[in-house]
């Protein structure tokens, strides 16, 4: 069983960054397809980013696109999530997914492709 665990949450002000980490425990991390989802109060969990095995491709949500960036290192089993420009609607519990099927475009916004998930990290943005 994967361990996937987030950390790098916090509060901020409107404008502000933050970099989420999401590290998994297993040896073949190379291969996977990494996805960061996000839910807010009352919402249903929503796709935010992912990235491919080697990181050569990746996808954001439009809400997202331009201001966060996922990147990983793969010497480090770790995936980030740099996050700029924040905005009081990016308040959440974020959410990094593992799969270990190669990266699709039309399937990673889809939260139930993912079979390891972490317990989240919450990301609070003031206004």
């Known amino acids: 069983q994967e361990q996937v665990v987030e950390s790098g949450g916090g509060l901020v002000q409107a404008g502000g960054s933050l970099r989420l980490s999401c590290g998994v425990s297993e040896r073949t991390f190379s291969p996977y397809t990494m996805g960061w989802f996000r839910q807010a109060p009352g919402k249903e969990r929503e796709f935010v980013a992912a990235s491919s095995g080697r990181g050569v491709r990746t996808t954001y949500a439009d809400s997202v696109k331009g201001r966060f960036t996922i990147d990983r290192d793969n010497s480090k089993y770790t995936v980030y999530l740099q996050m700029n420009n924040l905005k009081p609607e990016d308040t959440a519990v974020y959410y990094c997914?593992?799969?270990?099927?190669?990266?699709?475009?039309?399937?990673?916004?889809?939260?139930?492709?993912?079979?390891?998930w972490g317990q989240g990290t919450q990301v609070t943005v003031s206004s």
């Open positions: 997914a593992a799969d270990r099927e190669p990266f699709r475009t039309e399937d990673v916004t889809d939260m139930h492709e993912y079979t390891y």
